[in-house]
């Protein structure tokens, strides 16, 4: 069981918006900004997207964006694409004894 | 251009011990946080351990007492000595740098498949 809890499966239809949330306690999301969210697409290594719950590295689209309120963080992707099509994971500090959590993952079909 | 290559990965016996390596290119090790972080078939993904530039070292729960993190900074080269290995060890192994500050995973390596089973 993963220590961040995600939707096991989202989908959107080209041009729409999707949202994934990313739920955790007091103890990781809700006690640093120090989310972040990973794309993989099946056989491939992760590739970061968003850190620090809403920057994102160069070359990341805008399309792309983090936020977090409480315990909750969330992923949105606008304007969905066919490439877009992935799985996506959330990653959270969880202080200095347990360092890194992540979600169990959140498989995004484009529609 | 930032690049990670992991090698070692291979089919081990329960109890057995193996060392996986990462090549790094493009930055220099010493001077970077870097990370293990596993992925089990089919499964999602674990964070293992991380080297801090000053030397300090860190692991999960789960390979504490059985894992050790490592670097060469001659070959610029990262390592998980991986001893008294499980069932449950089977996964793709990543190497990533991180960030200089916060906690992500900036650049990952390919990956090398370890498969613990006799």
């Known amino acids: 069981q993963s220590a961040l809890t995600q939707p096991r499966s989202v989908s959107g239809s080209p041009g729409q918006s999707v949202t994934i949330s990313c739920t955790g306690t007091?103890?990781?999301?809700?006690?640093?900004?120090?989310v972040s969210w990973y794309q993989q697409d099946p056989g491939k290594a992760p590739k970061l997207m968003i850190y620090?719950?809403?920057k994102r590295p160069s070359g990341v689209p805008d399309r792309f964006s983090g936020s977090k309120s409480g315990n909750t963080a969330s992923l949105t992707i606008s304007g969905l694409q066919a490439e877009d099509e992935a799985d996506y994971y959330c990653c959270s500090y969880a202080g200095s004894h347990t360092f890194g959590v992540f979600g169990g993952g959140t498989k995004l079909t484009v529609l | 251009e930032v690049q990670l290559v992991e090698s070692g990965g291979g089919l081990v016996q329960p109890g057995g011990s193996l060392r996986v390596s990462c090549a790094a290119s493009?930055?220099?090790?010493?001077?970077?946080?870097m990370s293990w972080v596993r992925q089990a078939p089919g499964k999602g993904l674990e964070w293992v351990s991380v080297i801090y530039s000053g030397g300090r070292t860190y692991y999960a729960d789960s390979v504490k007492g059985r894992f050790t993190i490592s670097r060469d900074n001659s070959k610029n080269t990262l390592y998980l000595q991986m001893n008294s290995l499980r069932v449950e060890d089977t996964a793709m192994y990543y190497c990533?740098?991180?960030?200089?500050?916060?906690?992500?995973?900036?650049?990952w390596g390919q990956g090398t498949l370890v498969t613990v089973s006799s």
């Open positions: 620090d719950v809403s």
């Open positions: 493009g930055f220099t090790v010493s001077t970077s946080y």
């Open positions: 990533a740098r991180d960030g200089s500050s916060g906690w992500h995973h900036v650049n």
């Open positions: 007091s103890s990781d999301v809700g006690g640093y900004s120090y």
